[in-house]
């Protein structure tokens, strides 16, 4: 691997150490925005994801009046998610992730509209429900793809758990807030309408992470032309 012999083994880190370290790369002045944007889009994301995941079937079965119909809508989310997951990792070999993830979240916003504004048709909102499943989960495989190169590998673990973390708060939360919706007379379509917004949001968070890659890129490219300059007084 062409690493140097060692003849001892180097001292460890002491874990107070290790954990100062990741906390300031994780949340300093140069991560701190990728760090907001992802768990931000992230959170936008898993409570679209658990919503639709969590309801649609109970909804389906009282908008067709048939509770077979909200069955076979959960397992056709839950099928299309496989599809999703698998075809995001197959297209990412192709197309940039951060790309592929924001086009899979934008039209999954549009899946949850057209899904909800065909409840009066079964078959057509049977096959936008498989839909839903497959984009939704593929926005997610999309997080999970962009986001841990974004940190370094002593950071990686605890910045990418971190954001899954806020997303496990935001799944129990999601599911309980629409059923006080519900209860409190919202029309499911409605419902649906509403959770676009978060996925489109979640693409535009998306979008954001690149501008700001792009940026720090061009800062760090400038500080290396001005250091090389420094190193050979100017010549350059």
């Known amino acids: 691997m ?7 083994i180097p001292p460890a880190a002491s874990l107070e150490q290790i954990s100062g ?6 949340f300093g002045p140069k991560m701190l925005s990728r760090t907001v944007l992802m768990w931000i889009g992230y959170a936008f994301l898993i409570a679209a994801f658990y919503f639709a995941n969590t309801w649609t079937p109970k909804i389906m079965a009282e908008a067709a009046g048939n509770n077979q119909i909200g069955v076979t809508a959960g397992i ?3 099928t299309g998610g496989i599809v999703g997951a698998l075809g995001f990792g197959i297209l990412s070999t192709w197309i940039k992730s951060r790309l592929l993830n924001t ?7 549009i899946a949850y509209v057209g899904f909800a504004s ?3 048709a079964t078959g057509l909102a049977l096959a936008l429900a498989a839909m839903v499943g497959m984009l939704t989960n593929a926005g997610v495989a999309g997080y999970y793809t962009i986001v841990p190169p974004l940190y370094s590998a002593k950071a990686r673990a605890s910045g990418f758990g971190w954001m899954i973390g ?12 629409v059923g006080y919706l519900i ?8 419902i649906f309408y509403v959770f676009a917004v978060p996925l489109l949001l979640s693409a535009l968070c998306c979008i954001a992470l690149g501008q700001v890659l792009r940026r720090q ?6 500080g290396v032309e001005e250091n090389a300059v420094r190193a050979t007084g100017g010549a350059l």
Request: glycine share 10%.
């Open 166 to 177: 806020v997303g496990r708060l935001v799944s129990i939360v999601a599911p309980i807030l």
């Open 103 to 109: 086009l899979c979240l934008v039209l999954a916003g």
């Open 118 to 120: 065909s409840f009066g």
């Open 2 to 8: 062409g690493r140097p012999l060692l003849t001892e």
């Open 183 to 190: 209860a409190a007379g919202m029309p499911p379509v409605t």
């Open 21 to 26: 370290s990741v906390f300031k790369e994780v």
């Open 76 to 78: 056709l989310i839950s």
């Open 217 to 222: 890129e061009a800062v760090d490219i400038a």
